[in-house]
């Protein structure tokens, strides 16, 4: 069993649209990140949190400590938001990252 | 500049060949990582070091082994690569004084093994 699970694993959508990408973790946890991976393989971190509510530009990430569930939302999608999304979580028991497979979004112009 | 700085970027090599992997750093972080990622599989932790002289084993430790030879380098080691290493390896970096453990990724080295 994952101890991080995303969903969906693929989607696409029109240029415009807003996009939701879900992720359950199993774990206690002191964290939880947002990272983006793009086409050429570079990831990057988005967000880092652990409670509520953070927003950078397009892209807004919530928490829910007690669902043990976290959302990324990205409003007025573009084609360069086209990108694998990775949900991750730091153990709160121990120095470890999990990490969930990744929601590879791709939208379309 | 890149600030986490990984080398080769991509390699074939063959069974049974020793492969080194090596990750630099100029960000000054205490905390360094080695991870694979395989397709439909998460990344997944293979060591990682929170100082010079402190080095652990992540989930997937067997077959590889690391070295920590400056606060800014960490290398990874494959001692007789098998077919079911080829992946994608990242180096990553964290700092343990920012109170926050974000993690700064490196370009990755794509490895095959044949």
């Known amino acids: 069993k994952n101890e991080v699970e995303q969903s969906p694993q693929n989607l696409t959508a029109q240029e415009g649209e807003f996009i939701t990408i879900n992720c359950s973790y199993s774990?206690?946890?002191?964290?939880l990140h947002w990272l983006q991976q793009h086409p050429g393989g570079g990831i990057v971190s988005l967000f880092m949190l652990s409670s509520g509510k953070k927003k950078h530009g397009r892209l807004i990430a919530t928490i829910n400590i007690q669902e043990k569930h976290s959302s990324l939302h990205i409003t007025a999608s573009h084609p360069r938001d086209s990108a694998v999304y990775i949900c991750?979580?730091?153990?709160?028991?121990?120095?470890?990252?999990?990490f969930g497979t990744g929601t590879s979004l791709t939208v379309i112009p | 500049d890149a600030d986490v700085t990984q080398t080769p970027r991509n390699r074939i090599t063959k069974t049974g060949k020793r492969i080194m992997l090596e990750c630099s750093q100029t960000k000054g972080h205490d905390r360094m990582y080695w991870y694979r990622q395989d397709p439909g599989l998460g990344l997944r932790l293979i060591y990682y070091s929170f100082d010079v002289k402190d080095i652990n084993k992540g989930e997937i430790s067997d077959g590889y082994s690391v070295s920590r030879q400056a606060q800014a380098k960490f290398s990874l080691s494959l001692e007789s690569a098998i077919p079911n290493q080829t992946a994608l390896y990242f180096c990553?970096?964290?700092?343990?004084?920012?109170?926050?453990?974000?993690?700064?990724f490196g370009p990755g080295t794509r490895l095959t093994v044949l």
């Open positions: 991750a979580v730091s153990s709160n028991t121990g120095n470890q990252f999990y």
């Open positions: 990553a970096t964290s700092d343990s004084r920012q109170g926050s453990d974000t993690q700064y």
């Open positions: 774990v206690g946890i002191s964290a």
